[in-house]
């Protein structure tokens, strides 16, 4: 079983719509959790990041973290055609090495 | 805003040959990682350095890799003999703290291709 696994889409969605993303994970080690958006050849710009199960909002973005069940999810409201893009979660245990999924790559149709 | 910057952002080497990849961190960090991401994979951890020295790698980072801070603001990872299966997309990250509740910061990355 993969550390951490996630959707890679293509997930394809009208402007203004929510988008929904989601990671599960099998390392109960994990304690801090991050989302990143990754443009075409650039390098992971973290979103949001989150440390105990929950939601956490900021702007049009929202991150909820269920430890119970080791899945995380990231929520898009109002998305425009700019939020096209790979979402990558990514996990922390001790230490501080990040552990990736695999990516969802979005598209907003205008 | 502060940013980590990586050069070159393409680079191509015939296998067996030696790159050295450069970046220069956000001033006041103090962590410093590289990831690399080949082709349609994941982004995978490499190796992390502080104060110095390299305090975390991964399986990845056999003997053909290494690490430098040369100076006070560059750090570079050094692939001594390169392989195929090197090619890949390699991003410098930083970092100001442990703690993770300040994010990693990372540079745009540089595409390694070996021919």
Same mark, same amino acid.
């Not at chain 1, 996630?6 to 719509?17: I, K, R």
């Not at chain 2, 450069?22 to 001033?27: F, G, K, L, W």
């Not at chain 2, 006070?72 to 299966?85: D, M, V």
């Given at each position: 079983?993969?550390?951490?696994?996630?959707?890679?889409?293509?997930?394809?969605?009208?402007?203004?719509?929510?988008?929904?993303?989601?990671?599960?994970?099998?390392?109960?080690?994990?304690?801090?959790?991050?989302?990143?958006?990754?443009?075409?050849?650039?390098?992971?710009?973290? %979103?949001?990041?989150?440390?105990?199960? $929950? @939601? +956490?909002?900021?702007?049009?973005?929202?991150?909820? /973290?269920?430890?119970?069940?080791?899945?995380?999810?990231?929520?898009?409201?109002?998305?425009?055609?700019?939020?096209?893009?790979?979402? %990558?979660?990514?996990?922390?245990?001790? $230490? @501080? +090495?990040?552990?990736?999924?695999?990516?969802?790559? /979005?598209?907003?149709?205008? | 805003?502060?940013?980590?910057?990586?050069?070159?952002?393409?680079?191509?080497?015939?296998?067996?040959?030696?790159?050295?990849?450069?970046?220069?961190?956000?001033?006041?960090?103090?962590?410093?990682?590289?990831?690399?991401?080949?082709?349609?994979?994941?982004?995978?951890?490499?190796?992390?350095?502080?104060?110095?020295?390299?305090?975390?790698?991964?399986?990845?980072?056999?003997?053909?890799?290494?690490?430098?801070?040369?100076?006070?603001?560059?750090?570079?990872?050094?692939?001594?003999?390169?392989?195929?299966?090197?090619?890949?997309?390699?991003?410098?990250?930083?970092?100001?703290?442990?703690?993770?509740?300040?994010?990693?910061?990372?540079?745009?990355?540089?595409?390694?291709?070996?021919?």
């Amino acid at each position: 079983q993969k550390e951490v696994e996630q959707d890679p889409g293509p997930l394809s969605v009208p402007e203004g719509a929510i988008v929904s993303l989601n990671c599960t994970y099998s390392n109960s080690a994990f304690q801090y959790f991050m989302w990143y958006r990754q443009y075409s050849r650039k390098g992971p710009e973290l %979103l949001m990041y989150t440390y105990s199960s $929950g @939601n +956490k909002e900021d702007g049009r973005f929202t991150a909820q /973290v269920d430890k119970s069940s080791k899945y995380i999810s990231l929520f898009i409201r109002d998305s425009q055609p700019s939020d096209s893009a790979t979402y %990558l979660c990514a996990m922390i245990a001790a $230490g @501080n +090495k990040l552990t990736f999924g695999g990516g969802t790559r /979005v598209l907003v149709k205008p | 805003e502060p940013e980590v910057t990586q050069t070159p952002s393409h680079q191509v080497t015939q296998m067996g040959q030696e790159v050295i990849l450069r970046c220069v961190p956000i001033s006041n960090h103090l962590y410093f990682y590289w990831y690399r991401q080949i082709l349609g994979q994941k982004v995978e951890f490499l190796v992390s350095f502080y104060n110095n020295e390299i305090s975390e790698k991964s399986e990845i980072f056999d003997d053909q890799f290494s690490v430098e801070r040369p100076d006070g603001s560059n750090f570079t990872l050094k692939i001594r003999s390169t392989k195929l299966e090197d090619s890949a997309m390699y991003f410098c990250a930083s970092k100001f703290t442990l703690d993770s509740n300040y994010g990693y910061t990372f540079g745009s990355g540089t595409r390694l291709t070996v021919v």
